[in-house]
Nanobody, 123 residues
Framework: QVQLVESGGGLVQAGGSLRLSCAAS????????MAWYRQAPGKERELVAGIHGGGTTNYADSLKGRFTISRDNAKNTTYLQMNSLKPEDTAVYYCFADGYGLGPDGLYEYELWGQGTQVTVSS
C-alpha cells in the first residue's frame, strides 16, 4: 500500500514563506505525477502545481513566480516552496500522487491524496 504524508503547513504573515513537503512511502513501483492542490473555505479544490518524474512542471497561472514545486526522486518526496505569501493563499493544501504499486497480486494503479495541511497567511 502506498501512502502520502504531508508536512510544513502553518501560520505565516503576509510576505513570508513556507515550504511544504509530501513524502510517498510503501510498495511503490512507479511514482509518476506528484502535485499540490489547495482548497480555500467555500471554494473548489484547485491545482497549484504539478511535477512529473522527469521534472516537467506546470503551475496555476496566478501562482507562477511565487510558488516553486520540486521533487527528490530518491526520497519519493515533493516540495512546494511558497514565497511572498498573501492572505488569499490561505487554504488547506493537499498533495496528490499517482503511479503503480506492487501488491501480492502484482501491479496496481493508484491515485492518492494526502491528508491536507493548513496554510494560513495573516495580513
Amino acid at each position: 500500500q502506498v501512502q502520502l504524508v504531508e508536512s510544513g503547513g502553518g501560520l505565516v504573515q503576509a510576505g513570508g514563506s513556507l515550504r511544504l513537503s509530501c513524502a510517498a512511502s510503501g510498495s511503490i513501483f512507479t511514482l509518476n505525477v506528484m502535485a499540490w492542490y489547495r482548497q480555500a473555505p467555500g471554494k473548489e479544490r484547485e491545482l497549484v502545481a504539478g511535477i512529473h518524474g522527469g521534472g516537467t512542471t506546470n503551475y496555476a497561472d496566478s501562482l507562477k513566480g511565487r510558488f516553486t514545486i520540486s521533487r527528490d526522486n530518491a526520497k519519493n518526496t515533493t516540495y512546494l516552496q511558497m514565497n511572498s505569501l498573501k492572505p488569499e493563499d490561505t487554504a488547506v493544501y493537499y498533495c496528490f500522487a499517482d503511479g503503480y504499486g506492487l501488491g501480492p497480486d502484482g501491479l496496481y494503479e493508484y491515485e492518492l491524496w494526502g491528508q491536507g495541511t493548513q496554510v494560513t497567511v495573516s495580513s
